[in-house]
């Protein structure tokens, strides 16, 4: 497979970092304690969400400065992987943000200090949105769930089925079976 058939490593390394991080924030944030004993995996959920706002402006302007490589396919299913990718930019933006809502109107006013060392200041939002953004919130966390499912059956169909080096475009080292190991992380962490 040549360069221009593969997506940047720059791509690639934003493409599974984010990937690690989506899948681990959504397990921690269905997993956490809803208590006091929870404080310090809460202000974690709370770094990895702004972290992962962070990368996704970082990867938005990376696709808007390196171009990929063309589509492997046309129709339904180039409209329905479009359709996916774009689901996973909107979510990656709304997931963090509809979270930094939710920590900003709280109740509780606790702050927000990413990875213990940066204060993170809230939103000047109204008490009244508390609940929506956390309806939201959690609205979303399963909607990455069914993208993360969709894009898994989307892989999996263009190799298994399509056999046509779909994953070696995304993988570590060009090889499809170097993509296979990280989306079976991506998979056991989620």
Do not use: C, N
């Not at 309806?135 to 069914?146: D, K, Q």
């Amino acid at each position: 497979m040549t360069a221009s058939e593969r997506y940047s490593g720059g791509a690639i390394v934003l493409h599974w970092l984010m990937a690690f991080l989506l899948a681990g924030e959504i397990g921690l944030g269905m997993a956490m304690p809803r208590g006091p004993e929870g404080f310090d995996l809460y202000q974690l959920h709370k770094s990895i969400g702004i972290t992962i706002l962070f990368l996704t402006l970082l990867r938005i302007g990376w696709r808007l400065t390196h171009r990929p490589p063309p589509p492997l396919e046309r129709g339904a299913g180039a409209r329905a992987a479009g359709a996916v990718h774009a689901g996973f930019y909107a979510l990656m933006l709304a997931l963090p943000l509809s979270g930094w809502a939710l920590v900003s109107t709280s109740e509780i006013r606790v702050p927000t200090v990413l990875f213990g060392v940066i204060a993170w200041p809230h939103l000047p939002l109204p008490a009244s949105w508390g609940e929506p953004a956390e309806a939201v919130h959690e609205w979303l966390a399963w909607l990455g769930i069914g993208l993360f499912v969709l894009h898994l059956a989307g892989a999996l169909r263009h190799h298994l089925l399509l056999r046509d080096g779909l994953l070696a475009r995304m993988a570590p080292g060009g090889a499809a079976g170097a993509g296979l190991a990280p989306g079976a992380g991506v998979i056991a962490l989620g």
